[in-house]
Nanobody, 115 residues
Framework: VQLVESGGGLVQPGGSLRLSCAAS????????MSWYRQAPGKERELVAT????????NYADSVKGRFTISRDNAKNTVYLQMNSLKPEDTAVYYC?????????WGQGTQVTVSS
């Protein structure tokens, strides 16, 4: 299993970014995918989850209405569209899948929201 995130960077408050996670090594279309984030000095927290077909999504209260998780099963990729970014969204964002009773994480992509 390999998960490779991209799309992070520096953005001003109120701006937008789209993160991507390219997955390989497993049947992507069969698994729920998630995005987590970890800010400096804080625990890793769940940001958003999407079921295998994309039919159901869930979000942390802190990002509801601003972030959108989606997936393209033909491209084995999950996305996180982040709008109206705030300084408190600054963190390393990780792609995650639980498969065969094991947890798999990407290497993370840094998102910094600052003026």
């Amino acid at each position: 299993v390999q998960l490779v995130e991209s799309g992070g960077g520096l953005v001003q408050p109120g701006g937008s970014l789209r993160l991507s996670c390219a997955a390989s090594g497993f049947t992507f279309s069969s698994y729920t995918m998630s995005w987590y984030r970890q800010a400096p000095g804080k625990e890793r927290e769940l940001v958003a989850t999407i079921t295998s077909t994309g039919g159901n999504t869930n979000y942390a209260d802190s990002v509801k209405g601003r972030f959108t998780i989606s997936r393209d099963n033909a491209k084995n990729t999950v996305y996180l569209q982040m709008n109206s970014l705030k300084p408190e969204d600054t963190a390393v964002y990780y792609c995650y899948v639980r498969r065969a009773w094991s947890d798999y994480w990407g290497q993370g992509t840094q998102v910094t929201v600052s003026s």
